[in-house]
């Protein structure tokens, strides 16, 4: 993955899942997300993001995509300060 933006730092594919999985999961948990799925237990391992991290080595995300996710993510951190 190329730069994130601030100052070069090369993303891992780790990293990349990491960063999608946790987005994914304070998106379900905004209280107007249309469709949420049952509570899950919490994460004790990596080992629960190995599955996106395989996804994401088979199918890398499109240029562009993470910052896009940054950039929701920093909008919905400023909505949940105002609340």
């Known amino acids: 993955m190329t730069a994130n ?3 070069g ?3 891992t594919h780790c990293d990349e899942a990491v960063y999608v999985a946790t987005l994914m999961m304070l998106y379900v948990g905004l209280p107007d997300t249309p469709w949420r799925p049952p509570p ?3 994460i004790r391992s990596l080992a629960y993001f190995q599955p996106v991290i395989a ?3 088979q199918q890398p995300p499109p240029a562009g995509y993470l910052d896009y996710l940054r950039l929701k993510f920093q ?3 400023a909505l949940r300060q105002k609340a």
């Open 5 to 7: 933006g601030r100052g």
């Open 75 to 77: 909008k919905v951190a």
């Open 9 to 11: 730092h090369e993303m």
């Open 40 to 42: 899950l237990a919490p």
């Open 55 to 57: 996804e994401l080595q």
